[in-house]
């Protein structure tokens, strides 16, 4: 299109999004990364998280409804029906996976909805609905060995003040009905999730695991990490899509997915001064050494 450069484009975006401080510089999965954290301190991080994950279903559904094509529609509530319960179908390959696990143990059968046995590919369009393949009813599970029941977890009311102010902002850029306010959070959180944070936090609960909480399951994030690393190959095509549409405009696109990560940015700094108030000292925070300045 005529007055356009893609390239250009790409390098504003790797250097507004791809080096954002939330991305290069998350001092909070950092540190979570070495699994050093108090149990205390664990309960309260899966709290903050599922509530995170739960209110991401607004943020989801509104994203469906301001759809400005079916096909965009479609693609909203693949994330939205997946989040809710729905597994992806691969058709005769996911088939024959479920029955593997069903020969694995009696026991898998009632566990079909289980992240670890789903699928990361394919499409809801057919795919099976499961009340234990709902993405809270994995953190459910994870938080049981840590004390926590149904009601504990992804209520707004667990959420404090910076987890709120995330979730707000998903609702509000991420469900907007401006087009460029939308797809630029959205391009925005989707290279935040496959930057590599799913990983340090992998890290961190995998030494739990194995020398505290043996009975721990990993499913939600395991699962999660996998589904953002198929994520990354595509992303840079989307985004030339969303960028040859004649709805786009630069400027508001970049500035919506800035917004968003500084959103982002509010959750894990949060998370950060709630671990420094509460942890030895040798956990404590260190400054931002970064020294950016990113729109508000």
Known sequence: MSGKNFDAFKRTIEHEFMHHPVVTNNEYTRWFAHGDMSLDHLHHFTVQFSVFSNQ???????????????RAAHESKEILMNELGVIYSKGGAHNGERTEARRASVADTDREGDSALVSTE??????????????????????????????????????????????????????????NEAM?????????????????LIAGLEKIKRERIPDLPLAFF??????????????????????????FAEEPFVRAGVIMLNGVKVFWDGLNADRSRTEPASAAQHPDRTGSVFIA
């Open 222 to 247: 395991t699962w999660h990490d996998k589904i953002e690393e198929l994520h990354k190959a595509h992303v840079w095509d989307e985004l030339r899509d969303c960028y040859e549409s004649a709805k």
């Open 56 to 70: 991401f279903l607004l943020a989801a559904l509104n994203r469906v409804i301001n759809a400005d094509t079916l």
């Open 122 to 179: 394919g499409t809801v369009d057919g795919g099976t609905f499961r009340f234990q393949a709902a993405h809270i009813e994995w953190l459910l599970r994870f938080g049981q060995p840590l004390g926590l029941t149904f009601d504990d977890i992804g209520k707004r009311r667990h959420g404090t003040a910076e987890t709120l102010f995330f979730c707000d902002e998903l609702f509000r850029l991420y469900g907007s009905e401006d087009y």
């Open 184 to 200: 630029g959070a959205a391009f925005a959180v989707e290279n935040w999730a496959a930057a590599g944070f799913w990983k340090e």
